[in-house]
């Protein structure tokens, strides 16, 4: 009922909406580097498809790259969510 709401009020991105729900459905396999481990390969595939997916998204996957650490340190917080997102992302995302 939220959901619906929202996007009847352009406050929700039906895209972005679909993906939170599914994921990366493709069977395309990404490529990664040996470092990045702590990303699980479904969170990785994920944020190759969300980096490809929307223009203010494009910067994501070299934004985890080039910050690795600060984006490793930021997941293992025990309340990330109330903790600033690496990179500035926490300036522009919604709440959603």
């Known amino acids: 009922m939220t959901t619906m709401i929202m996007k009847g009020d352009s406050q929700l991105d039906a895209q972005e909406m679909d993906f939170f729900l599914k994921g990366n459905t493709s069977l395309d396999q990404v490529k990664r580097k040996k470092t990045q481990k702590w990303i699980s390969e479904s969170g990785w595939k ?35 969510e109330k903790t600033p997102i690496p990179c500035g992302y926490s300036d522009w995302l919604t709440p959603f």
């Open 46 to 80: 994920d944020m190759q498809k969300l980096s490809e997916m929307q223009q203010r998204w494009g910067n994501l996957f070299n934004d985890v790259i080039d910050n690795e650490r600060d984006w490793k340190n930021w997941s293992e917080q025990i309340e990330p």
